[in-house]
């Protein structure tokens, strides 16, 4: 029997609440399909920062890389500046463990939850892949001038041969496996950010001539949030850089349902990888027992099916797709018709 050991950090608001859900899906998935895990809980968040001072220190994070993979909640609390947690625990964690991907499905399961009119689940399956380590978010930058009225803010825009090139071979790769129009979209702005799209288009331009079975083009991402919405048939796997494919897949998320079904991964294709719900931690529904527990569920397939249990996760997102399909009235908090509790029990007993 397999044995994998899984950091779980549950984090701050409903982030415990929909971890937990996920943690029972994976109980039962465990016993079903026949592997053995071992979890460890850590208080990495919000509520540690105000008694301690600390977010994660590098030897906490050091110590991550002994696991296979991550289980994260939410990190994001009202009482904390914005900013401190967000790069000290997520960011440092992505850096720290070289997470160069950050994986987001875009998949409709129910027409009746997409905000677009006439669009079926086969029209909303696609996957962004967004580089996650280099770009805007890499916080390089300086101020001139500071307080005064000739104040200049740089912000700089960090990308590296190396780390473009291999999230584009990530890309390619990623598309070839999921085997369905076999098509992959570069999204950038290479008309205005001449030096960093400059160096995107080239590289994808060399690397797609190793890959002839894949289809290629190009789209600007302002135009490609147009084709999300008038469509998105029209994409099957798109790989963009970091503050691109944070801002498309929020509105991927709206058009799939909501950010209660959508999940991500942060992926090092070589080390340890974290899976989560995209959405925020939602503090003011904390404790309430409303929040959709299915996002976080989802992201816990995509964990099993990063570990290599792939039955196991296709039986978890096909019984999220009975969930949504025949008992949720929504996927919005307090909507749903059921509890957080109950809608885990659901998927636990669809398995």
């Known amino acids: ?6 950091a779980v950090i549950p984090g701050d608001g409903t982030g415990p609440e929909v971890i937990n859900e996920g943690l029972k899906v994976l109980k039962a998935a465990s016993k079903k399909f026949g592997f053995n895990y071992k979890e460890e809980v850590f208080d990495y968040g919000g509520e540690r920062y105000l008694k301690t001072g600390e977010t994660i220190t590098d030897k906490e994070l050091d110590n991550l890389k002994k696991f296979d993979c991550i289980y994260l909640g939410a990190i994001g609390h009202p009482d904390v500046k914005p900013g401190i947690l967000e790069q000290g625990i997520l960011l440092k964690t992505r850096f720290g463990l070289d997470q160069y991907i950050n994986l987001r499905p875009v998949k409709l399961y129910n027409p009746e939850f997409c905000p677009l009119k006439d669009k079926k689940p086969e029209d909303i399956d696609f996957v962004v892949i967004r580089e996650n380590s280099e770009g805007l978010y890499k916080g390089m930058g300086e101020f001139r001038e500071k307080g005064t009225k000739n104040e200049v803010a740089i912000q700089l ?15 390619f790769e990623y598309c070839r496996k999921r085997n369905k129009r076999k098509k992959l979209t570069l999204c950038g702005k290479t008309n205005v950010l001449t030096y960093a799209w400059d160096l995107w288009q080239r590289t994808f331009d060399e690397v797609k001539t190793e890959y002839p079975d894949i289809q290629t083009d190009y789209a600007h991402v302002d135009a490609t949030t147009m084709w999300f919405v008038k469509n998105p048939e ?3 796997v798109i790989v963009t850089d ?8 929020d509105l991927g998320a709206m058009i799939q ?7 991500g991964g942060n992926i090092n294709p070589n080390g340890v990888s974290m899976f989560e719900p995209i959405g925020g931690s939602a503090p003011k529904y904390t404790g309430k027992h409303v929040i959709n527990p299915l996002a976080a569920i989802c992201a816990l397939g995509m964990l099993l099916e ?8 296709l039986a978890i997102e096909n ?13 919005a908090a307090g909507k749903m018709g059921y509890s957080t509790e109950e809608v885990g029990d659901l998927v636990v007993k669809n398995l």
């Open 1 to 6: 029997m397999a044995k994998y050991k899984i």
């Open 157 to 171: 825009s960090y990308n590296t041969r190396n780390g473009v090139e291999r999230c584009i071979r990530y890309a």
């Open 319 to 331: 019984s999220v797709i009975t969930i949504v399909t025949t008992k949720l009235k929504s996927l």
């Open 234 to 236: 029209w994409f099957d």
């Open 242 to 249: 970091n503050m691109f494919g944070d801002i498309i897949t």
């Open 257 to 263: 349902g909501g950010l209660g079904i959508a999940a």
């Open 306 to 313: 990063n570990v290599g249990e792939e039955k196991a996760a």
